[in-house]
């Protein structure tokens, strides 16, 4: 017989599932920005710097993942961190407005709302 309340782990597993979609978002979002300074700053580095010119396209293809991944990991954790920060937030809203609840009902609705 199938319930009509979503059970914890399922709740668990939704917010896990959201979370990673925030931290997809985040890497995508970073790995693109970082991208784009790292590749403002290797064309400053040709055009300013011999030994930059110098280097093998293996380096430079590095040098730019590097940064790529760099930034796609500090912008994943950034959004994962918020993403955590929301749920606790709603947590502690649910939770207060449960015992709001479980007042009003043991003593009554005040007079003046």
Do not use: C
């Amino acid at each position: 017989m199938p319930t009509t309340h979503t059970s914890a782990n399922q709740q668990k597993h939704d917010e896990a599932v959201d979370a990673s979609w925030a931290a997809t978002r985040g890497a995508v979002y970073g790995a693109a920005t970082w991208g784009a300074a790292t590749a403002l700053l290797g064309g400053i580095a040709y055009a300013a710097s011999p030994v930059y010119r110098g280097l093998t396209i293996q380096f430079k293809v590095y040098i730019q993942m590097s940064g790529m991944v760099l930034g796609s990991m500090i912008e994943a954790d950034h959004r994962l961190r918020e993403y955590e920060k929301t749920i606790r937030m709603q947590r502690r809203l649910q939770r207060d407005q449960a015992l709001w609840r479980d007042f009003e009902e043991r003593y009554g609705k005040d007079e003046d709302d």
